[in-house]
């Protein structure tokens, strides 16, 4: 038969969904650590059922909402399993075990009546049809579930909240598919609820609130967008609550939790640190949503208002409102009224009228092993529950209108309330036991109401208070007048075994011991038992102790006379009760009933005893009754108030059995239980009705008369009563001391056990939490990761993983066939073989001797006895290798030393030095020990510590020698540090450096030495070298630091070269004061940067220098020009680095030079003549190498920005010849570079209009000048040639591949030349020029036609080009051409001579002088044309001294300026007119045969025309 009505455990904390409502089954559910309570929903609750199945916490819970089948349920578990339930019958229908993690979420689907869908912490989705057997997996994100909820009104649509704050909407018809990501909230989403109307349309609203533009979360499919959608509202830790349009796929209203203040005004500060926001939205009122808050209070919003949303209160009155965070709500509607239903870590279970906003009624629980319960004598029917979460709570069970009518009672407890009792006469009195020790009493009238706490006594136990009882008092408290003590005093025993009385007038005072009044009574002079058990007899006269070795002791009021002692039990009492004395029989009342961990029940009869008491106490070994059948140890006992001899007990066997005493019968027994009993009181109104309490966290109120079994349970019914309370959770206990043997909970029912192991110790294994332990907890951890509070420690969430395995597919379709999981690795049991070894015997040789046959010990006595009567010395008569060396520990020290001796020398043997150490040690030679170990290398931490005992000089060698020994063991450090314990600073630092230890030295250097000692300087020098050599910059730079050497810091810094280097140690050059290495470094940094194309950075590295403006300048100036190139298609295309240039605000300049003007004026300040002339001295100094073909582009292009910056500067001071000059130094670089592409721009861009600008303002009389003037104009003038020549008119007859005409030549000599002239362009028409201009495609072979222009520009440009046939420049560049030759021939003949000179050495030397031979004619270097005749030495000198002599005639303005090649210049006139006949005058032609006639030998066509048609 079940309970008659019941406290039940308290729900499951911090999940989604662990309480639902049935409509059609009017049944309310919860989970409740392992098992689901059911409640039908009435006027007043009443208990319906459990469903009991799962082996760990329950996670969640539903009920099934299809018509016809609401009486169909699901749960799902920690230990892996989703089970369908029957809740007519209370059985299991079916169950999978598909999830192989943690589930953390539950829903049967509203529209399809047997699917349920449930979610784990990997992130996975579990759609089983349990009719059909069939499942669907599901994996839409990698993130952790929190909850989730099928639609209502699409039975394919699921939402799911997940711990990031993502909301996402999945439809589970089709693969793959995600409806909605929804994303708004940033934490924890708890609770999620679809709106109950279909549609979105009839809330018009809400429309308004969606503005224009806004992003939608989630892509929104076609299927989708057609659907007329539904709202989702969501509820996060965030403290908002969200509404989502699912057809938008976009939120459309926020609304924020408010700060609502209690109406007793005291307001949590901490509540919006802890916080689960659940919503609920109800069938009947689609435009109200519920909610929770921040301390336990119900909202109602109103979202019919637009704009800032109204919210009612729920509950009326004070102490309505739940006191503390809800976790679940759900409603249901019983006879035209909707019902709510909230569950709350207040531990409380309530029902809420939706029509009044009232609470119906409040169901309490309990958070704890129910310890005790005690009925007030006084209040007939007021029940005092003693909880291990914490909390007393006194529960009205006479209460008409209120059938849970509880009260709650926590404060001043913080610990398990193990033990209570009713003062007997006033009203309202408890006392009360905690599992700290601590004593106290509660006023429950003035408590509840006026919330006092209670009075604690300020005499602490030091372990768990067993019993509390009232009784009169006992010396010292029984001297003095009626008036000046109380009535009653309280008597607490605990589990150190002493009883103290405590004065409740005076509970700050100190208790007294009542072991103390009965040694003094008794005359008792052993030590007293150990008390585990008080009990007054009801008329105040009798004491009863029960005591820990299973006696019973009556003591006689007020001197505690010991009257008898009752031994029959032999194991710990747990329980003694005195029977009632208002019977009809009176000798009943001298009945009392013990019982102990020996599962048997002994009731004796001490009339006799009582009323004339023996003069000695007798001892009473043969009990009156005997009451056997449990089968584990008794934890209480509770005599009818109705029956005369009835008793109940309850047991650890997890039953309550009612006995027939004198008839020694049993007569009902209570199986209801899913654990073990721990106490039992039979209702003081109700003859037929019995409470029973114990570790399942319940109280049932049973009938004796209704129970199907008689007889506690035996054989195989005590099995399954075993298996059925298997299903309790596997409880942990806290982290105290583990006592040796077995748990309580899985020892053998009759085996015997100590008292720490009884029902008194039951509390240290209880896995329980109380209400502070769970708030601090809230406060500290994720919610995620915490649990129900009566498992939160036994069944640890996993924690969530960002992925899962390759082989969960997203989507999987299989039979639901169950699983197994995998079974976690049990760890080895630990091998009872290895266990704690015993130390190694300092003195085995006398441990073995003494350990030999009994006649040879008998001997050793004998032979002891003699010498020491005979005062002989036994030292001269023991002999170091005989059987009676170990006598020596007997006699005197002789004897003793020759012992040691023996000892000590076995050590040695056998490998144990540190023994034979010891031995001397003990015998008292510390010096010897030391220098033993020493010359061993064997001297250890021990032996050093005690050389201080031998001395100073002793203990400085002693560490010396240790250190010693421990660099050969390679220990520098720990050697390092003994040498400091001796002071010797210098020799510590020096072996920790020796050893490169460099780190350790310089901490012991700078905190022992003086800091200007130069050891610490060499210590960083040393070190830093060491770092630089294995590439260790930073590091090396840091020891330099500490060195004081900031210098040689920058210089490590930069070694490396990078850019981040360069830019450290530029700034740290600045703060070292060395400025002129900061200024290079800070240059070659920004050439680092600007060679990957970063001129910001270049730009904000030199702007800390300010000696570096003119750097600055040219950065800037070549910053405009790569620009400018890359604008023309003329930059690098391939580079890995896109450019990072300056937002510069340039207005449109007609020239370059004008824009660059502007920038250095507008951003550099520079627009003074002073000011450009300073920053021409900086620059003007700087020298780069003349350019090659070699010559990287990036380099070439900044060397010319270098010259432009001059080029420019000089223009703004008005220098004219160094403009000139650097123009061409630009101009040449480019040439010279063999880019002569870059050599057009450069010149189109500085020079548009020409220079003939410039002349006008240079000084005429100056020759250094029109030379500089000259030579640029040359350079103008062979880029336009160039230009000419590439672009010759379309009509030319490049095809024909025509010849120059013959001229008639002034002599013979210059026919042949002429005729090689047209040779050369005959055969080399189709030229491949290296670089090509934009106007000319790269495919096209030779010179490209151009488009036909005006012919008479053309001869203009062409005639421009005229200065490039200079007949004096001609005869310079021939002479420089011989000058070259001649030396090269020079060089060769050196050469030549060295290798001759060679050889011969190695066989016989020549008569004739190498020097004097002629040159043969193959001797040259290849690519000159052989000499007809052999030139000597002699010859050569002559030749180079007439070719100076030729070149010092030139003006020396002449020599200093570069230009084109002359005959060069020449072949391209006579080839443009061989193609273009108009475009060249007969006058120019005529000039360029003739200079090629006159400076031209043999050989220099080839050259010449290779230079520019290659």
Known sequence: MAAERLLPASPNWYLSRCSDASAGARLFGFAARNSVYLLRVGAQPAFHGELIGHTERVSGFTFCHFPDQTNLCASSSDDGTVKIWDTQTLSLVTEHTLHQNTISALHWSPLVKDLVVSGDERGIIVCYWHNRNDSQQFFPEPRTIFCLTCSPHQENLVAIGYKDGMVVIIDISRKKEIVHRLRGHDDEIHSLAWCPVPNEEGLYSWQEELQAGEVPNGELTQEAAVAKGCYLASGSKDQTIRIWSCARGRGVITLKLPSVKRRSGAVDPAVKERIWLTVHWPSDHPMELMSSCFGGELLLWDLAQSGKRKWTLLGSSEGQNHSRIVFNLCSLRVQGRELLFSISMDRDVKCWDLATLDCCWTVPSLGGFVYSLAFSPVDTGCLAIGVGDSMIRVWNTLSISNTYDVKTYWQGIKAKVTALSWHLTKEGCLAFGTDDGKVGIYDTYSGSTKNKPPQISSTYHKKTVYTLAWGPP?????????????????????????????????LNGEATDINKVIKDTNSIKHKMPARAEISWKPDGKILALGNEDGSIEIFQAPNLKLLCTIQQHHKLINAICWHHEHGTQPELSYLIASGST?????????????????????????????LAGHTAKITSLSWSPHHEGRLVSACYDGTAQVWDVLKEEPLSNYRGHRGRLLCVQWSPVDPDSVYTGGDDFCVHKWLVSKQEHSHPPKGKKGIELEKKRSFQPKLKAKKKKKLVGKSPAKQDVNEAVNGDESIKECALDENEMSDHEAEKEAQEQELSDRVSPTVAKEVPLHPSAASVPDLMKPFMNHRATPMKKEQPKEKPAPDTSLKKRKPRSLLPVSTSLDHRSKDELHQDCLMLATCLNAKGNLGKDLVPDSDHVHLGLFADRAALYKMLEVEGRNHLENGHPELFQQLMLWKGDLKGTLQSAAERGELTDQLVAISPMAGYQAWVWTVEAYAKQLCFQEQYIKAASHLLSIHKVYEAVELLKANHSYREAIVIAKARLRPEDPVLKDLYTTWAANL??????????KCYLGAASSYDAVKVLAKKGDVASLKAAAELALRAG?????????????????SARNWVGAQEVLQRQGSLLGQRLVFCLHELLCKCLSERNLAERKSSSLPCYHSWDVRDKDSFLEMVTEVWQSVFGVSTVDQARTMWEQLHGILYPPATTNTHPKQLLFHIAHDLTLAVLSYQTASWEEAVTA??????RSCDAGNFTLLQEICSLLLPEGCDDLRHKLDSTSCRSMAAHKSLEGFLAYGQLYDLWWNLPTDSPISKQMVPESVS??????????????????????????????SMPASCPGPCAADSGDRTERQLKVNRCKVLLSEEIAALQNTQKDIAKIQDTLADMIRQHQRNSLQESKLQPSPESESDKPIPPGSQSPGKAAAKEPVSLPELSKQLAEAKQQLAEFPDSLKAFPFPDVLECSLVFLHIHSQSHSDVSTELRQQALDLLQKFTRDGEYEKICGKFLT
């Open 1074 to 1090: 060395e400025k002129d290495l900061s200024t290079t470094l800070s240059l070659r940094c920004a050439q680092e940067l600007v």
């Open 1028 to 1037: 630089e050599e294995d590439g260790h910059y930073s590091m090396a730079a």
């Open 1305 to 1334: 030549c002034p002599s013979e000599q210059a026919a042949p030349e002429q005729n090689a002239v047209s040779g050369i362009f005959a055969e080399g028409m189709a030229p491949e020029l290296e670089e090509h201009p934009p």
């Open 598 to 626: 020996n599962a048997v029940i002994y009731v004796q009869n001490l009339k006799s005893i009582i009323e004339s008491p023996p003069e000695t106490p007798p001892t009473i070994t043969e009990p009156f009754r005997t």
């Open 474 to 506: 006992v010396p010292p408290l029984s001297f003095g007048g009626d008036g000046d003590k109380p009535s009653l005093t309280l008597y607490s025993c605990a589990g150190e075994g002493i009883v103290l009385q405590h004065n409740p007038w005076k």
């Open 1223 to 1228: 123009l061409l130094s630009a101009v040449t």
